[in-house]
């Protein structure tokens, strides 16, 4: 069973930064990605950035409307990812969640999830 806790939401005034980190636990050994999404009331929840933990060199995503202002890491020794998000608009306001790609025969996709993690940014 693998677990995924998130931390490090919070209120923040827009242009604030925030640090979010996922502590990933449980049977790990078969993740072949993870990521944090994002969803407010009504819409759709939104990839927000990406990493394969596959590859040394962890190939990043990112979502048109954070690219240059969110930055998503991991630290393998730790199971635990991380997003920095900077210059927070009140756009990014949401409830942010971690999941986990597994192999699901060969598919690779997304069969985990954290229960979420409220940022809220002020104007």
């Known amino acids: 069973q693998v677990q995924l806790v998130e931390s490090g939401g919070g209120s923040v005034q827009a242009g604030g930064s925030l640090k979010l980190s996922c502590a990933a636990s449980?049977?790990?050994?078969?993740?072949?990605?993870m990521g944090w999404y994002r969803q407010t009331p009504g819409k759709e929840r939104e990839l927000v950035s990406s990493i394969s933990t596959l590859s040394n060199d962890g190939t990043t995503s990112y979502a048109d409307s954070v690219k240059g202002r969110f930055t998503i890491s991991q630290d393998k020794y730790k199971n635990t990812l991380y997003l920095q998000m900077n210059n927070l608009t009140t756009e990014d306001t949401a409830m942010y969640y971690c999941a986990m790609k597994t192999f699901t025969g060969w598919v690779c996709q997304y069969n985990h999830w954290g229960q979420g993690t409220r940022v809220t940014v002020s104007s």
């Open positions: 449980g049977y790990i050994a078969t993740t072949c990605g």
